[in-house]
């Protein structure tokens, strides 16, 4: 970061944070920033990010039947309008 809120100047402290969709979004920022070496927040704060675009994970097939709302066919669904077609 090349300036902080009041102009020009390195700022002495970087948050970053989100909820959901916004939380997976902060963190493949700072993955990104990581990997091109760039200066990473001072701490980050993720509300239930949403890291498994893949649909993957075991938490799916095992809360199945808690969650009622999002189910792999959805989030596969949300994720090809994010990230396009998953192979």
């Given at each position: 970061l090349d300036n902080g809120p009041m102009g020009e100047g390195t700022p002495s402290r970087v948050f970053a944070g989100g909820d959901?969709?916004?939380g997976g979004l902060a963190l493949a920022v700072m993955q990104g920033a990581r990997d091109a070496g760039l200066r990473l927040p001072d701490a980050a704060v993720l509300l239930s990010p949403w890291t498994d675009m893949t649909?993957?994970?075991g938490s799916f097939?095992?809360?199945a039947d808690a969650d009622p709302m999002v189910g792999r066919g959805l989030v596969a669904w949300m994720a090809g309008m994010v990230?396009?077609?998953l192979d």
């Open positions: 959901s969709a916004g649909c993957s994970g097939a095992a809360n990230a396009g077609a």
